[in-house]
T-cell receptor, first 115, second 115 residues
């Protein structure tokens, strides 16, 4: 089944404790992206990747890192989480490297709470 | 910059009622326009899209027409069902300097359909 898989679904952590949210897609997609969803703000892009070893900042990259060592995986890293990073996170991918001008496939989300 | 404005929710309707969710956009150029739907506990799914003025996107009984003169892309359905209860996001694709596209989302409109 074609899908974008995120883990974990729920995560509660404390300020400053490094964490990684994993994202994997099995569709051989070129483009991958991370979004955060906050009430009243919709989804905002954190980082994106147009290909292996190619990543770039989105609208809200502060406090986040990503890597794209393999085509299928695009982990989101919070080196020192803070409470303002409490949010619902989504990974997304699309076939073409140009990304979101066509259908984006989304993971089921990761609800992160930073205490 | 480019932006999307959606009507605030929640929208509460009885089953078989007519649905309209308003969406207007601000953009330079001619972006593609999208509606994504998020069912409870799931990631977003593409509902429909339109790529140029006067195009009508349609899927699962939902329709939206790309109106350049009013910069709008309102979502409509003639007869809603309880299973349509979800959050609906209007979005546009924004061309970046590196030739990738980013989705810019509205804040989302929650629809609740009562039996």
């Amino acid at each position: 089944e074609a899908q974008v898989t995120q883990n974990p679904r729920y995560l509660i952590t404390v300020t400053g404790k490094k964490l990684t949210v994993t994202c994997s897609q099995n569709m051989n997609h070129e483009y991958m992206s991370w979004y955060r969803q906050d009430p009243g703000l919709g989804l905002r892009q954190i980082y994106y990747s147009m290909n292996v070893e190619v990543t770039d900042k989105g609208d809200v990259p502060e406090g986040y890192k990503v890597s794209r060592k393999e085509k299928r995986n695009f982990p989101l890293i919070l080196e020192s989480p803070s409470p303002n990073q409490t949010s619902l996170y989504f990974c997304a991918s699309s076939f073409r490297r140009q990304g979101a001008n066509e259908k984006l496939f989304f993971g089921s989300g990761t609800q992160l709470s930073v205490l | 910059g480019n932006s999307v404005t959606q009507m605030e929710g929640p929208v509460t309707l009885s089953e078989e009622a007519f649905l309209t969710i308003n969406c207007t956009y601000t953009a330079t150029g001619y972006p593609s326009l999208f509606w994504y739907v998020q069912y409870p506990g799931e990631g977003l799914q593409l509902l429909l899209k339109a790529t140029k003025a006067d195009d009508k996107g349609s899927n699962k009984g939902f329709e939206a027409t790309y109106r350049k003169e009013t910069t709008s892309f309102h979502l409509e359905k003639g007869s809603v069902q309880v299973s349509d209860s979800a959050v609906y996001f209007c979005a546009l694709s924004d061309l970046q300097r590196d030739s990738s596209y980013k989705l810019i989302f509205g804040s989302g409109t929650r629809l609740l359909v009562r039996p």
